[in-house]
């Protein structure tokens, strides 16, 4: 959280450093990087994240003839 989107930034940036130490002094590895396509499409991850817009399909990217059959 954050008054402003900087600082939301920035407060996320250290609760995830804070986070990854935890896993690190925990004995426990840091998960492997992931795109956001392969975050949603994994199973064990089902509806534990909403899909962003960015990843939504565009209405206005359809045809008519695409839309209509």
Do not use: Q, V
């Amino acid at each position: 959280m954050g008054g402003t989107i900087d600082e939301a930034i920035g407060n996320a940036g250290e609760a995830l450093r804070e986070w990854i130490g935890d896993r690190l002094a925990a004995g426990a590895a840091p998960p492997a990087p992931r795109t956001a396509d392969a975050l949603l499409a994994d199973p064990d991850e089902a509806g534990r994240w909403p899909r962003p817009p960015w990843l939504r399909p565009s209405r206005s990217s359809w045809t008519r003839d695409a839309r209509c059959g």
